[in-house]
């Protein structure tokens, strides 16, 4: 059985707001928070009526380059 585990990245507030601004500065100073984490997302709650949500990188012992 293939297993996913979880990595140490995680979505910052600065590379949110670095997203909104760069892709939709309209909204880039709404307010934002961490909202729910999932095992393969995370999402930020921006003002009181949206989201944003990011993927997590996962890493797969599988895909992992092989040292040789």
Do not use: C, I, K, Y
Request: charged residues 30%.
């Amino acid at each position: 059985m293939l297993r996913m585990a979880h990595t140490e990245t995680e979505s910052t507030a600065e590379l949110v707001r670095d997203l909104l601004r760069d892709q939709h500065p309209d909204l880039a100073d709404r307010p934002l928070e961490v909202g729910a984490r999932g095992w393969d997302n995370q999402l930020w709650r921006l003002g009181d009526d949206l989201a944003v949500r990011l993927p997590r990188p996962t890493f797969s012992p599988r895909a992992a380059p092989s040292a040789v």
